[in-house]
């Protein structure tokens, strides 16, 4: 199982406890770089039309658990249009 697998495991079982990090390496190898990049934001583009952006935010040092929940319904997404 490679590490971004094992990544993806650990947040869909523990979305309340994730570290900002960990999501924004996630989202980086998932979406590309983030189209903007602020201190505490980080806004991904996702291919599909309609609202096609993935917003995370550093909460000191952890992730908000229900942007790290989109952030797996987005990944789902578009693993099965591939």
Not at 31 to 49: C, D, L, M, N
């Amino acid at each position: 199982m490679s590490s971004r697998a094992r990544l993806l495991d650990a947040l869909r079982n523990n979305p309340n406890d994730v570290r900002f990090a960990d999501l924004a390496k996630l989202c980086d190898a998932y979406f590309g770089e983030p189209r903007h990049k602020a201190t505490s934001h980080r806004i991904y583009r996702t291919p599909w039309p309609g609202d096609p952006r993935v917003n995370i935010q550093n909460a000191k040092g952890k992730a908000k658990p229900y942007q790290v929940r989109q952030v797996i319904k987005t990944i789902e997404k578009l693993e099965s249009t591939e």
